[in-house]
Structures are given as structure tokens and as C-alpha cells.
């Protein structure tokens, strides 16, 4: 097959065109390949921050969750337990003859709030002593590892020496100018 220039230029301009056009084709499909795997990419970037941002704020709650349970642990053993109200009176009892104090200890009474995890109970402790040993009686409640409040104080001075006997019958003998004193304590309990 003899082809003429014409043709031959013709075929020649045919299979250019036609590469071309493969060409052309083939990069306007990579670059759609291309675009929709950008978006993709910036899609999973976005999603990959808010993750790293949500893993940032968990790690956070988490810290502030360590930092706050020893707050809790500490508060929890300043708390007293139901069963650890005789630990507390034995306590009180145990102030006030190290402090040579004639007293009397009452459950004045027990709240009964709406949250019923953590409740209250109010102890009426009735001393009678030296004025120096009320005032360590107080002293040593106030600085007990268990959290609770005095609520009232009343104080006497005794006009004549009397004496007073204890739960126990221990007797310590009152001289003039020695006072009577009357507490609430309220402890909190869980």
C-alpha cells in the first residue's frame, strides 16, 4: 500500500490526535481521581483533629478526675462512716478525762435530708472542769481528723465547788471558778 504525503499526514494527524486525546483523557481522569482523593484526605484530616481534640479533652477530664480523687479520698476518710460513730464518742470520751473533764455525751439527734448519702448527726456533750481544759477539749474536737462543725457553745462559770461524775462514775472534783460547758457538735457522716 503505497499512501500519498496527503494520507499519510492525515493518518499521521489522526493517530496524534487520537494520543492526544488518550492523553487528555487520561489526565482529566487522574485529576478528577486526584480531587476527590484531596477531599477525601482533607475530610480524614478534619476528622483526625477533632479526634486528636476529643483524645486531648478525655486525657484532660481523666487528669482532672486523678486530681480530684485524692480530693474525694481525702474528704471520704474526713467523713465518718455509720459504723465509726462509737470511734467518735470514745474519742470525745477520751478528750475530755485527758483533760480531767466530768462529761456527758447525748445523740441530740440525726438529720434525715433528701440526700440520703450524706447525713448528719449532732452530739450534746455536757462538760464541767477547769476553764483551760474546756478550752483544750475544743481545741482537740476541732482539730479531729473527722469533719464536723461545733454548732453551739454555752458557758458557766460554777458558783460552788461541786462534783460531777461521768458516764463511768470517774469523778474530778470542781473547784470555784471552774465552768460548765454545754456543746452541739454536728458531724457529718456518709
Do not use: C
Not at 499526514?9 to 487528555?24: Q, R
Amino acid at each position: 500500500m503505497n499512501l500519498n504525503p496527503k494520507n499519510k499526514f492525515y493518518i499521521s494527524l489522526l493517530m496524534f490526535l487520537g494520543v492526544f486525546a488518550v492523553f487528555l483523557f487520561l489526565a482529566w481522569f487522574s485529576f478528577g481521581v486526584l480531587k476527590g482523593e484531596s477531599k477525601n484526605l482533607i475530610e480524614s484530616q478534619k476528622y483526625l483533629l477533632e479526634l486528636e481534640e476529643k483524645k486531648e479533652k478525655i486525657e484532660k477530664a481523666f487528669s482532672e478526675y486523678d486530681a480530684s480523687r485524692d480530693l474525694i479520698n481525702s474528704l471520704n476518710s474526713s467523713l465518718l462512716s455509720s459504723d465509726q460513730d462509737l470511734d467518735l464518742v470514745i474519742l470525745i470520751e477520751n478528750t475530755a478525762k485527758d483533760n480531767k473533764l466530768n462529761h456527758e455525751i447525748m445523740i441530740d439527734n440525726i438529720s434525715d435530708k433528701k440526700n440520703k448519702n450524706l447525713k448528719n448527726v449532732n452530739f450534746r456533750v455536757n462538760l464541767s472542769g477547769s476553764f483551760l481544759g474546756v478550752m483544750n477539749f475544743i481545741e482537740f474536737i476541732e482539730k479531729s481528723p473527722y469533719y464536723l462543725n461545733i454548732e453551739n457553745i454555752s458557758l458557766d462559770r460554777v458558783s460552788s465547788p461541786l462534783e460531777a461524775g461521768g458516764r463511768e462514775g470517774i469523778v474530778f472534783p470542781l473547784k470555784e471558778n471552774d465552768v460548765r460547758a454545754s456543746l452541739i457538735i454536728k458531724v457529718y457522716t456518709y
